[in-house]
């Protein structure tokens, strides 16, 4: 059974950071592609940054050079270093594979706000 357990999130003052961390299990984690995806307060889910199984990673333009996507192979744990942060960055932040399971394998995420 593929599970991602996300933690990390919390209150934090706009500029302020966050580091987010995605356990899977249940998954060929070192092989695969992992991605971080937020929905915001009545907005769908959006991908927010993806890393390869090589290390490359991408970004959504709203958080590049501000967001860092890593990944601990041997920890099969993902990480979000988000910096700088905004209060439209507020969300409900989830891991999945990159494109996403097409099973319903989403985990609880975590909440962010930034706000004042």
């Known amino acids: 059974q593929v599970q991602f357990v996300e933690s990390g999130g919390g209150l934090v003052q706009p500029g302020g950071s966050l580091r987010l961390s995605c356990a899977a299990s249940g998954t060929m984690f070192s092989i695969i592609a992992m991605g971080w995806y937020r929905q915001g307060p009545g907005k769908q889910r959006e991908w927010v940054a993806t890393i390869t199984s090589s290390g490359r990673t991408n970004y959504v333009e709203s958080v590049k050079g501000r967001f860092t996507i890593s990944r601990d192979n041997a920890k099969k744990t993902v990480y979000l270093q988000m910096n700088s942060l905004k209060p439209e960055d507020t969300a409900v932040y989830y891991c999945?594979?990159?494109?996403?399971?097409?099973?319903?394998?989403w985990g609880q995420g975590t909440q962010v706000t930034v706000s004042s």
């Open positions: 999945n594979k990159d494109p996403p399971y097409a099973q319903n394998y």
